[in-house]
């Protein structure tokens, strides 16, 4: 059974920078969009970033310019560089891979960004 083990998470000071990781466990066959959401407590969970099979990139409008999503096909992994970090940020991030036939989230990793 394919899992997304997500990584990179930690606390870092405002300004700072963090990049996420985030790896299948097994094969994914027909490997669409790879998305990043976040979700900060007491709010809904939010779309960050997407990318699509041919690495076309879209983006929150509370993080263009400072964050970078980007993926490795490969190694069916996408990476989220995360600069110029805010509190606003701080949140749960999780990813989420969509495939033809179903799509698969990640557990969810903490960043904590302080003032």
């Known amino acids: 059974q394919v899992q997304l083990v997500e990584s990179g998470g930690g606390l870092v000071q405002a300004g700072g920078s963090l990049r996420l990781s985030c790896a299948a466990s097994g094969r994914i066959f027909r490997l669409n969009a790879m998305y990043w959401y976040r979700q900060a407590p007491g709010k809904q969970r939010e779309l960050v970033a997407r990318?699509?099979?041919?690495?076309?990139?879209n983006y929150a409008d509370s993080v263009k310019g400072r964050f970078t999503i980007s993926r490795d096909n490969a190694k069916n992994t996408v990476y989220l560089q995360m600069n110029s970090l805010k509190p606003e940020d701080t949140a749960v991030y999780y990813c989420n891979f969509v495939t033809d036939l179903r799509e698969y989230w990640g557990q969810g990793t903490q960043v904590t960004v302080s003032s």
């Open positions: 990318i699509t099979s041919l690495s076309s990139t």
